[in-house]
């Protein structure tokens, strides 16, 4: 299944489709960032870094720490690292959450965005993703495809490989089962206006994206335990 979604991430890449899943993902992931305040000394993981985007956005935010972004496609991170040159405190490295070579207690911050349902075991990854986060550390995961925004669900005949559509109490149930405690939900709403003459793409009418937009993304934050 990993290979299956590398070569299939690999293909996006070579599409050029970085660009445009960062426009897409943005609005949101900044504020999903934003509620981690991560100090300037932050040592943070990104899972599913794609181009990198919310690596830089993070190392910015942390000049003083240490940023690492993993992709299960070594496109994807090539891309990051030719778009990085000038962060001297990231990494890239092309991994899968559910098996993170990173020592315990690693990281004092993690980051996902619209990545976690593409795994086979998202408990495996959740658990590993808490094992490197030192006491008191903070997980923050968006995602967009999940069972109580409706129209997202068009996307998973388009998609080539297999998603898993959750509910958000499943989320919460995850988390806590892999250890997370003050697991948190909520969600966040991307400002950016629909345009009129919209004609499909992501959806088949301009009514689904309004009402996808309504729904909002989904962010689930947890903490390790002190």
């Known amino acids: 299944m990993s290979e299956r979604l ?6 996006w890449a070579k599409a050029g489709r970085g660009p445009s899943m960062e426009r897409g993902h943005r609005p949101v992931g900044e504020q999903a960032i934003r509620l981690l305040e991560i100090p300037d000394d932050g040592r943070v993981l ?4 794609g181009n990198g985007w919310a690596t830089r956005l993070m190392a910015a935010q942390a000049p003083h720490g240490r940023v690492v972004g993993i992709d299960i496609s070594d496109e994807m991170v090539d891309l990051a690292r030719e778009s990085s040159g000038s962060f001297s405190n990231v990494e890239f490295r092309e991994a899968s959450a559910e098996k993170l070579s990173f020592a315990e207690g690693e990281f004092t911050h993690a980051f996902s965005m619209e990545s976690l349902y ?5 408990l495996r990854a959740l658990q590993e993703i808490h094992r490197v986060l030192k006491a008191g550390g903070q997980f923050a995961c968006v ?6 925004n409706s129209p997202s669900h068009q996307w998973i005949a388009d998609l080539k490989v297999p998603v898993q559509l959750l509910s958000i109490a499943d989320y919460r149930s995850l988390f806590e089962v892999a ?3 003050k697991v948190h939900d909520q ?3 991307d400002p950016t206006p629909v345009p009129e003459d919209y004609a499909g ?7 689904d994206f309004l009402e996808y937009r309504a729904a909002g993304s989904l962010l689930v934050t947890g903490e390790v335990a002190a």
Do not use: H, M, P, W
């Open 143 to 148: 995602v967009d495809l999940y069972q109580e």
């Open 46 to 49: 990104d899972v599913g870094c």
């Open 201 to 207: 793409g992501s959806f088949k009418t301009r009514e």
């Open 6 to 11: 590398r070569l299939e991430f690999n293909e």
């Open 187 to 189: 969600r966040l709403y």
């Open 179 to 181: 250890g997370f405690v």
């Open 118 to 122: 593409y795994y086979g075991d998202i």
